[in-house]
């Protein structure tokens, strides 16, 4: 008896033993639980690369440390505020620098304990065609001790450096193209008004480019809801995106209009021109045959009296 007390004594401390070491080795791993609940820094997409002189970046600044500035000391820049989430603020900044440049650009938070984030990009370079696709669509749900993923996750392929997704409501949601999701991220926070997806919803998705140009990648229906999912596979389906505003593209239209414009004026001119003389020898020939009959009637008249 003596034995077996003892077997079932030891085997208990070494359980508790284990336990212990368990939790220690993870109180001194911080990485392995701790990362996970870090708060979100800012982001920057593009991230870095060869930009075009004048050039459009997308800056993702939590909302707890949104109103700060954002600057750059060798190029001039044109920030707009275009999306609003409960998890960001999302920045359009326009870049106008020289080829050759290397520009950073800086977002400085309101408090100035709090160290500045910036990326660095060169200004210049082989610039990329514009392609942009939706290879794949999931839905992505995990929980951690102190926060949760809940999200609809596209996987893109091309060279866009963000997407915009225009819901059939006032709101509007910019995801960076390095991770593509919408719904509750981790310890981010909600990228969209959580009622967007309580129901199902329609939406456009589209492609944005360092460039300024814009394309349509497709339209879809989504729901990220307690009472289901559902995952927006139409835009899987293999179809041609197509471009949506390029300003280029626009010039060239005009300029296209004007001069087919000026050609038709000419050939309508030119056919009045061909016209006009056949009109006039028209009008002569009616005149003299009018002559003639006058003057055959005058003499019938005088030989019959």
């Known amino acids: 008896m003596f034995a077996i007390g003892f077997r079932l004594c030891f085997g208990y401390r070494m359980k508790l033993a284990l336990v212990v070491s368990l939790a220690c080795v993870i109180g001194a791993a911080p ?61 359009k900044v326009v870049v106008v620098a020289s080829s050759g440049t290397t520009v950073t650009v800086r977002y400085q938070p309101r408090r100035t304990d709090l160290p500045r984030s910036e990326a660095s990009y060169r200004i210049g370079g082989e610039v990329q065609p514009n392609t942009a696709r939706v290879t794949e669509v999931a839905h992505l749900q995990r929980a951690w001790t102190c926060s949760h993923t809940n999200t609809i996750q596209l996987t893109v392929a091309g060279t866009a450096i963000a997407y915009r997704v225009d819901w059939d409501s006032t709101h509007t949601t910019i995801l960076p193209a390095s991770d593509p999701q919408i719904g509750h991220l981790n310890c981010t926070g909600d990228n969209v008004e959580p009622t967007e997806l309580e129901e199902l919803r329609s939406f456009e998705l589209v492609a944005l480019f360092a460039d300024g140009s814009e394309m349509d990648v497709g339209s879809a229906k989504a729901r990220l809801g307690l009472d289901g999912v559902r995952l927006p596979t139409e835009l899987t389906v293999g179809h041609r995106p197509t471009v949506r505003v390029a300003t280029e593209a626009k010039v060239e239209a005009k300029v296209e209009e004007k001069v087919e414009e000026k050609v038709e004026e000419k050939v309508e001119e030119k056919v009045e021109e061909k016209e006009s003389p056949l009109a006039l020898l028209a009008g002569l020939a009616g005149l003299g045959a009018l002559v003639i009959a006058s003057g055959f009637a005058w003499r019938r008249a005088r030989t019959h009296p």
């Open 31 to 91: 990485g392995v639980v701790r990362a996970q609940c870090l708060a979100p820094g800012v982001g920057f997409s593009p991230s870095t690369g060869n930009l075009p002189p004048r050039s459009t970046i997308y800056i993702f600044v939590p909302t707890f440390d949104a109103g700060g500035t954002i600057t750059s000391p060798q190029a001039r820049l044109i920030v707009d505020r275009v999306a609003v989430s409960p998890a960001f603020h999302v920045y």
